[in-house]
């Protein structure tokens, strides 16, 4: 490349090597030197890619740094960086597999926790900058016969989420964020697993736990499942009262019936 | 001169929001500083935001919505990439417009650089080569982007650590060629000249000279640090972590002689301080532009 000149895509993608793939080969060749060497200049644009998304998993992951430490921490970021780069400027939506590979790192591994408490920080992290989204409106829905409200496919709230997790990854998270290392000690790792639901309502993030069977109605609605199906594949006894709460807290945005968006 | 200045975008629209930003000084508002604006309501004349911080919903977007009944507000995006060569993301566009729809800000900027390829994003805003092809990239992007946000964008000159060899355009000239191509405006960082300056051995005030001032739309003032590199060469980081350092405040003052009042921003985005640092910060701006002030009406006068 440095005989002729690049085209702008040509350059783009040697500079991509060079900031992901620290390969400065042809990068480095289109760099005036200038008495810096252009290795030296380059560094600049790989620290910044670093420190940034670094920066960024740190605010979505605050319990999984605080477990682990800052050193650690870094060294994971690094390794789910080099791997999965970001795909877009929104790095709110940055993260999402980085519970995997917490979960095969051997440095972290005496803490089987923390893959459930990183799952449980990316729904927290999805709920708080979720779009917004008006809550369903219940009158309508109470308009629809009994026959046909069983036919009814739900949207969920964009910051709904469930995670399941081996150990009690909500007190974990709780215990750590609020640096209560006395209610941490008193945390027994081995009473799992639970379900959990998170949700942002009016004043911040919820996060609370649900029965299995509660668990999966919710999670077979939130998946679009007819009402009438998600009873059947999850026959959970208290699924009136569990709706009627999902539908007050505003955990659905809309619905549809025969494949028409009702919102 | 002014003449030869396409006016698709005439002077007027660059203000076009419901509450215009006003040519006194503001400060960039980040997430540490959110509920102190709410609730103490500090003395400052606009505030400017990176619209990436917004484009989810919740607590953040609500808060700016109320802190936008009192104050103008600017929108400053960080990841349009307007020198991609794979083209805009439609998606991310799509993102800024609904941001600029629900804030109705008084100004909208972006920066000439590039941040992603082959669906990378990578996390900088990094520098161009300053060639006819980049040149026609970037205002191809710039002519996008207004049509979709229907109204005027502010181009911001970036800072860079390297310049590439087979640039061929002089970097204030590629400026002033997109402004007068696209006719968008042009986000003058004074911090960003001077670093880039020392860094490639610009004369800053050569460079000021050459920017159109019926272009320039807002200023951005913030500090920088000195890296050491091995053999004794330092770069010069625009890390707008520091106050604003002399020597940009007297190419500030050249900058005002030359472009008249426009709106000034401090940005600090390393170890953000006190609001009460940045207040400081922006005084000095102020009486910088009331200063500008005095010298455009004596000029009038005489």
Redesign the interface.
């Given at each position: 490349m440095n005989a002729r000149?690049?085209?702008?895509?040509e350059?783009?993608?040697a500079?991509?090597r060079s900031?992901?793939a620290r390969d400065d080969a042809e990068a480095g060749?289109?760099?005036?030197a200038?008495?810096?060497e252009?290795e030296?200049?380059?560094d600049?644009?790989r620290n910044?890619?670093a420190s940034?998304?670094t920066n960024a998993l740190r605010l979505s992951y605050p319990a999984v740094h605080r477990l682990v430490g800052a050193e650690c921490f870094e060294g994971a970021a690094r390794l789910f960086i080099d791997e999965q780069?970001?795909?877009?400027?929104?790095?709110?939506e940055y993260g999402a597999n980085f519970p995997e590979t917490l979960a095969r790192l051997e440095a972290v591994a005496a803490l089987a926790y923390l893959p459930g408490v990183a799952r449980l920080e990316w729904a927290v992290s999805r709920a708080?900058?979720?779009?917004?989204?008006e809550p369903l409106d219940v009158a309508r829905l109470a308009a629809f016969a009994e026959n046909d409200q069983a036919r009814v496919r739900f949207a969920p709230h964009?910051?709904a989420g469930l995670v399941r997790a081996d150990h009690p990854a909500d007190a974990i998270w709780r215990s750590v964020l609020e640096q209560d290392d006395a209610a941490l000690a008193a945390i027994d790792p081995a009473s799992g697993p639970l379900w959990l639901l998170v949700h942002?309502a009016a004043t911040?993030v919820e996060v609370s736990r649900l029965s299995e069977i509660a668990w999966r109605f919710t999670e077979a609605l939130f998946a679009g499942c007819p009402l009438r199906s998600a009873l059947e594949d999850a026959p959970c006894v208290e699924a009136e009262a569990l709706l009627a709460e999902h539908l007050a807290a505003g955990r659905f945005a809309g619905f549809s019936l025969d494949d028409t968006a009702i919102s | 001169m002014i003449a030869d200045w396409p006016l698709i975008f005439p002077a007027a629209s660059l203000r076009s929001g419901r509450s215009p930003v006003p040519a006194k000084a503001g400060i960039g508002l980040r997430f540490p500083h959110h509920q102190a604006v709410v609730d103490t309501h500090p003395e400052v004349a606009w505030l400017e935001v990176h619209t990436e911080n917004y484009m989810g919903g919740g607590t953040s977007l609500r808060c700016l919505e109320t802190i936008r009944k009192d104050y103008p507000v600017s929108l400053h995006g960080v990841g349009l990439s307007l020198g991609s060569a794979d083209g805009l993301d439609a998606a991310h566009l799509a993102r800024v417009k609904g941001v600029v729809e629900r804030i109705d800000p008084g100004l909208v900027s972006e920066h000439l650089s590039w941040s992603i390829v082959g669906g990378t994003y990578l996390a900088d805003l990094l520098p161009l080569p300053m060639t006819e092809e980049a040149l026609d990239v970037v205002c191809r992007h710039v002519d996008q982007t207004q049509a979709c946000l229907k109204r005027r964008l502010l181009v911001e000159n970036p800072s860079s650590y390297l310049r590439f060899r087979h640039s061929t355009i002089p970097e204030w000239e590629f400026m002033a060629l997109v402004a007068k191509r696209t006719g968008c405006g042009i986000l003058c960082d004074v911090n960003n000249i001077y670093v880039s300056a020392c860094n490639h051995g610009w004369d800053a005030s050569a460079y000021l000279a050459a920017l159109p001032p019926s272009a320039i739309g807002e200023i951005h003032l913030a500090g920088h640090s000195v890296k050491q590199l091995d053999g004794g060469r330092t770069l010069r980081i625009d890390d707008h972590g520091s106050r604003v350092a002399p020597e940009v405040w007297a190419l500030y003052a050249e900058a005002l002689a030359r472009f008249g009042p426009v709106p000034t921003l401090i940005e600090w985005d390393t170890d953000v301080p006190p609001l009460e640092v940045l207040m400081d910060q922006a005084a000095r701006a102020e009486g910088a532009l009331k200063e500008a002030q005095r010298e455009r009406a004596r000029a009038i006068a005489a």
């Amino acid at each position: 490349m440095n005989a002729r000149v690049p085209s702008l895509l040509e350059l783009q993608r040697a500079v991509r090597r060079s900031v992901v793939a620290r390969d400065d080969a042809e990068a480095g060749g289109c760099v005036v030197a200038g008495g810096i060497e252009p290795e030296a200049r380059l560094d600049i644009y790989r620290n910044t890619f670093a420190s940034v998304l670094t920066n960024a998993l740190r605010l979505s992951y605050p319990a999984v740094h605080r477990l682990v430490g800052a050193e650690c921490f870094e060294g994971a970021a690094r390794l789910f960086i080099d791997e999965q780069p970001p795909q877009s400027a929104c790095l709110d939506e940055y993260g999402a597999n980085f519970p995997e590979t917490l979960a095969r790192l051997e440095a972290v591994a005496a803490l089987a926790y923390l893959p459930g408490v990183a799952r449980l920080e990316w729904a927290v992290s999805r709920a708080l900058h979720a779009p917004d989204a008006e809550p369903l409106d219940v009158a309508r829905l109470a308009a629809f016969a009994e026959n046909d409200q069983a036919r009814v496919r739900f949207a969920p709230h964009p910051s709904a989420g469930l995670v399941r997790a081996d150990h009690p990854a909500d007190a974990i998270w709780r215990s750590v964020l609020e640096q209560d290392d006395a209610a941490l000690a008193a945390i027994d790792p081995a009473s799992g697993p639970l379900w959990l639901l998170v949700h942002r309502a009016a004043t911040g993030v919820e996060v609370s736990r649900l029965s299995e069977i509660a668990w999966r109605f919710t999670e077979a609605l939130f998946a679009g499942c007819p009402l009438r199906s998600a009873l059947e594949d999850a026959p959970c006894v208290e699924a009136e009262a569990l709706l009627a709460e999902h539908l007050a807290a505003g955990r659905f945005a809309g619905f549809s019936l025969d494949d028409t968006a009702i919102s | 001169m002014i003449a030869d200045w396409p006016l698709i975008f005439p002077a007027a629209s660059l203000r076009s929001g419901r509450s215009p930003v006003p040519a006194k000084a503001g400060i960039g508002l980040r997430f540490p500083h959110h509920q102190a604006v709410v609730d103490t309501h500090p003395e400052v004349a606009w505030l400017e935001v990176h619209t990436e911080n917004y484009m989810g919903g919740g607590t953040s977007l609500r808060c700016l919505e109320t802190i936008r009944k009192d104050y103008p507000v600017s929108l400053h995006g960080v990841g349009l990439s307007l020198g991609s060569a794979d083209g805009l993301d439609a998606a991310h566009l799509a993102r800024v417009k609904g941001v600029v729809e629900r804030i109705d800000p008084g100004l909208v900027s972006e920066h000439l650089s590039w941040s992603i390829v082959g669906g990378t994003y990578l996390a900088d805003l990094l520098p161009l080569p300053m060639t006819e092809e980049a040149l026609d990239v970037v205002c191809r992007h710039v002519d996008q982007t207004q049509a979709c946000l229907k109204r005027r964008l502010l181009v911001e000159n970036p800072s860079s650590y390297l310049r590439f060899r087979h640039s061929t355009i002089p970097e204030w000239e590629f400026m002033a060629l997109v402004a007068k191509r696209t006719g968008c405006g042009i986000l003058c960082d004074v911090n960003n000249i001077y670093v880039s300056a020392c860094n490639h051995g610009w004369d800053a005030s050569a460079y000021l000279a050459a920017l159109p001032p019926s272009a320039i739309g807002e200023i951005h003032l913030a500090g920088h640090s000195v890296k050491q590199l091995d053999g004794g060469r330092t770069l010069r980081i625009d890390d707008h972590g520091s106050r604003v350092a002399p020597e940009v405040w007297a190419l500030y003052a050249e900058a005002l002689a030359r472009f008249g009042p426009v709106p000034t921003l401090i940005e600090w985005d390393t170890d953000v301080p006190p609001l009460e640092v940045l207040m400081d910060q922006a005084a000095r701006a102020e009486g910088a532009l009331k200063e500008a002030q005095r010298e455009r009406a004596r000029a009038i006068a005489a």
